[in-house]
């Protein structure tokens, strides 16, 4: 017998005696581990991002073995493209909990590779283009969401939870809430801050509303999507995010300065948004060097 086979029969037995010690089952992941693993994501994480891994890992969990083969059948049989990685970030998540829990010997998705990502370059806004959509919107409520979500980069969930009394019209900063429970400030220009003066005196915000707006989620995306649909130019908070990195670095901000006015954890996704804007300046060496 080969020193690989009885290693591998060796690891076999060690496995099962593990498991009968600790009276674990053979596929842990089970709707009771499920059940564990999401009531654990929710300390310190958004109620969306425990949505999301709910989601994401039901449909393995409940078709598929803790396998690196079955990992790899699972995100192969996806047809969601890029959508791949958030799955496969779920369940790495879930594998690593399941680990450290003691529940498995074994990490599968150690053996496992993330899937490759394409990389598009994503649409982002002029400065003209954003200042036609706060023309287009219908009431001033609309044209101040635009302008804020284009000066300030912050995201849907962070938008949610703006007050009155989280706003500094002086210093033009406003408070939120960002990934992983943190606190930050986020800029937004005078012309944004007009737009909240007639907001708060218009509107006459009830405090007891979830946020300044008196909208949902759901409301600012339906907003977005017809405005979308009147003019033509993509709206949407992630398009948002990208114009204000994208316009910061057209003006010569330092990409680490972009990271920190948008609350970005590292240089990757900036650097991302800001590719078309680079090429744009790569553009405008070469088109110098034919003259």
């Not at 059948?73 to 779920?90: D, E, K, P, Q, T």
């Not at 394409?118 to 806004?125: F, G, K, Q």
């Not at 114009?243 to 330092?254: E, I, M, P, V």
């Amino acid at each position: 017998m080969s020193l690989d086979i009885t290693r591998g029969l060796y690891l076999l037995i060690r496995v099962s005696q593990v498991r009968d010690l600790y009276g674990l089952p053979d596929y842990p992941p089970d709707a009771r581990f499920l059940t564990e693993f999401i009531d654990s994501r929710r300390q310190g994480t958004s109620p969306r991002t425990t949505e999301l891994y709910e989601c994401c890992l039901k449909p393995f969990v409940n078709n598929y073995e803790l396998t690196p083969q079955d990992i790899n059948f699972f995100l192969g049989s996806l047809i969601c493209n890029n959508g791949r990685n958030v799955y496969y970030r779920a369940i790495r998540a879930f594998c690593n909990w399941l680990y450290r829990q003691g529940y498995i010997v074994d990490n599968p998705i150690v053996r496992v590779d993330s899937p490759k990502m394409t990389r598009v370059i994503l649409p982002s806004l002029i400065s003209e283009q954003v200042q036609y959509l706060i023309t287009s919107a219908e009431s001033v409520r609309d044209k101040t969401i635009i302008s804020l979500f284009a000066d300030s980069g912050i995201r849907l969930n962070e938008f949610l939870h703006i007050k009155e009394r989280d706003i500094d019209l002086e210093s033009m900063t406003v408070i939120v809430w960002g990934k992983g429970g943190k606190q930050r400030k986020a800029l937004f220009t005078k012309r944004t801050a007009e737009l909240i003066k007639q907001v708060i005196r218009v509107n006459k915000v009830n405090e007891v509303s979830n946020n300044i707006w008196g909208l949902e989620r759901r409301g600012i995306q339906i907003m977005l999507y017809r405005l979308q649909e009147r003019t033509g130019l993509p709206c949407n908070p992630h398009t948002f995010r990208r114009t204000f990195a994208s316009n910061l670095h057209r003006a010569g901000l330092d990409v680490e300065h972009i990271m920190r006015l948008g609350g970005w954890k590292s240089l990757d996704m900036v650097l991302r948004y800001t590719r078309s804007v680079r090429f744009e300046e790569s553009l405008k060496l070469y088109r110098g060097m034919e003259r």
